[in-house]
């Protein structure tokens, strides 16, 4: 649209959730602030953020981000953040076969408990690792296929993929 007349401010509420020290807090440090600490904190309770993007035409997307707490004392208060989210980030780290057992444990939590209009991806972080993968990206692929979900490999470390995964939720901005 060549006059830009359809501009819009969309918002995308998102919601992360994954076992502690999957790296969430990492992705999300990433997206918004472009940067990587390996002497991350593990979250207390939750944390937000947002970040805007620009699309063509003068478009934005307002991500608003809930970055849940993966350590098992806060599970119960994962609801208060996943109940009002449009989209939900599941992450697992490709070296943790236990963390990808929780990964299913989340997404199983969520067709029960969800807004059945939830979109859902399935996320392998630390990517960066492959010498010391123990999740096969197969594995993944197929989880997330099964499920209806999305599926990628990122690295908050090295910023791989970590746009693009934000970039696929794009069109569930309201
Ligand atoms: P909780 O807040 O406890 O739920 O954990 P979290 O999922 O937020 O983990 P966090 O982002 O704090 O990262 C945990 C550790 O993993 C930190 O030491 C990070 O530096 C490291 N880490 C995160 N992402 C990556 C990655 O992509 N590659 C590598 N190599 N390390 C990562
Ligand atoms: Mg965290």
Request: charged fraction near 25%.
């Amino acid at each position: 649209n060549a006059g830009g007349q359809d501009a819009k401010n969309l918002r995308v509420k998102l919601v992360l959730l994954g076992d502690s020290g999957v790296g969430k807090s990492c992705i999300v440090l990433r997206f918004v602030r472009g940067q990587f600490d390996p002497t991350s904190k593990v979250t207390v309770g939750a944390s937000f953020l947002s970040q805007t993007i620009a699309l063509q035409d003068s478009t934005t997307v307002k991500f608003e981000i809930w970055d849940t707490a993966g350590q098992e004392r806060y599970a119960a208060l994962a609801p208060l953040y996943y109940r009002g989210a449009a989209v939900a980030v599941i992450v697992y780290d490709i070296t943790s076969p236990e963390s990808f057992s929780k990964a299913q444990y989340w997404v199983k939590e969520l067709q029960k408990h969800g807004s059945p209009d939830i979109v859902m991806a399935l996320v392998g972080n630390k990517a960066d690792l492959n010498e010391k993968r123990e999740v096969a990206v197969q594995d993944g692929t197929e989880y997330a296929e099964k499920n209806g979900m999305f599926f990628i490999e990122t690295s908050a470390k090295t910023a791989d993929n970590i746009n693009e995964l934000f970039e696929d939720f794009v069109d569930y901005a309201t």
